[in-house]
C-alpha cells in the first residue's frame, strides 16, 4: 500500500501545482487571514484540487484553508496534513520558492510525505522505503543526509532570530543557506545542509511532508525539550520550536545548543 499511497499523494500536489502556476502567471489580489498571515485565491484552489483527490481514500485530513474556515474533522490516528501552499509570501514575491506539502500521518508521526515546488517543479517524496528526488525524466532518485562537517544552516529569508548568530557559533556553522518554505527540509534531505534550527512560529501543516522526507534520508526533528516533533495535538496546531538536522544525533545536539541560545537571550 506504501508505493500506491504516496502515488496518489504525489498526483494530488502535482493537480495543485497546477492550480497554483495559473494564478502565478496571472494578476492576482491577496488578503489577510486573522492571524496576519496572507492568502491568496492559489492558496484556496489548490486545497479544494488536493480534497477532491484525496477524499475517496476517507482519510481524515488537517488542511490549512480548512482549519482558517473552521473545518476541523475528528482525525484519529491516521489522517493527512496539508498545506496547499506553503510560503504564500515567497509566492508573492514571485521568487519560486513555495511549495505544496502533503503528508501522512500515522499515530502522530508522519510516515508519507511529498514535497513540490510549483514554480521550479523540484519534487521530493519520502517513506518507509526512503527519500528521493524525482529528476528532470521522472526518475526517483534515492537522497540521504550528509552530517559531516563543515556545517551549514538553513536559514529563512522571511524569518529571522535573534538567537540563531549565537547559535550558528556553538555549532561551528561555516555557511548558511536561504530558502524558503519546505524547501529548507528538502536542503538538508539532499545532504546541502546540516542543520535548521526553527525559533520562530510554525504549524503543523508547514512542517509533517518536510519531516517525513527529512527522516526517511536519515535525518532527525526534535523540540527543543528533546522530544520528537509529533501532529494532531489539537488546540491552534503550533509547533513548538525545533531542531531539525542531518542526523538524530546532531538534532538532539543542536536542539540543546538552541535552548541555550535562548536562555542567554
Same mark, same amino acid.
Given at each position: ?115 513540490? &515546488?510549483? @514554480? +521550479? ?5 519520502? #517513506? ?7 529528476? /528532470?525524466? =521522472? ?104 531542531? &531539525?538536522? @542531518? +542526523? ?5 545536539? #543542536? ?7 535562548? /536562555?542567554? =537571550?
Amino acid at each position: 500500500m506504501t508505493q500506491p499511497l504516496l502515488d496518489q499523494m504525489l498526483a494530488a500536489a502535482r493537480a495543485a501545482a497546477a492550480e497554483i502556476m495559473t494564478v502565478y502567471m496571472s494578476e492576482f489580489e491577496h488578503s489577510s487571514k486573522s492571524d496576519g498571515s496572507p492568502v491568496t485565491i492559489a492558496d484556496q484552489r489548490a486545497e479544494a484540487v488536493i480534497l477532491e483527490l484525496l477524499r475517496p481514500l476517507g482519510i481524515p485530513f488537517l488542511a490549512e484553508e480548512s482549519v482558517s474556515a473552521g473545518h476541523v474533522p475528528e482525525l484519529g490516528r491516521r489522517f493527512f496534513c496539508i498545506d496547499p501552499l506553503d510560503g504564500t509570501k515567497e509566492f508573492l514575491k514571485r521568487n519560486g520558492e513555495f511549495t505544496v506539502n502533503i503528508a501522512l500521518v500515522e499515530d502522530g508521526r508522519p510516515t508519507h510525505g511529498v514535497v513540490l &515546488a510549483p @514554480a +521550479s517543479g523540484a519534487t521530493y517524496l519520502g #517513506g518507509p522505503d526512503g527519500a528521493f528526488e524525482i529528476n /528532470a525524466r =521522472g526518475e526517483k532518485e534515492p537522497i540521504r543526509t550528509n552530517s559531516s562537517h563543515p556545517m551549514k544552516v538553513v536559514a529563512s529569508r522571511s524569518h529571522g532570530h535573534a538567537a540563531l548568530r549565537q547559535f550558528c557559533d556553538a555549532m561551528i556553522v561555516v555557511d548558511d543557506v536561504s530558502v524558503g518554505s519546505s524547501l529548507k527540509f528538502c536542503l538538508l534531505a539532499r545532504g546541502e545542509a546540516q542543520l535548521y534550527p526553527r525559533f520562530t512560529p510554525t504549524c503543523e501543516w508547514d512542517t509533517a511532508a518536510g519531516q517525513a522526507i527529512l527522516e526517511a534520508a536519515g535525518g532527525g526533528i526534535l523540540t527543543l525539550e528533546g522530544t520528537p516533533l509529533t501532529y494532531g495535538r489539537g488546540g491552534d496546531h503550533l509547533n513548538p520550536f525545533f531542531m &531539525a538536522a @542531518a +542526523s538524530p544525533e546532531l538534532a538532539a545536539r #543542536g536542539a540543546a545548543e538552541m535552548r541555550k541560545a535562548l /536562555a542567554q =537571550g
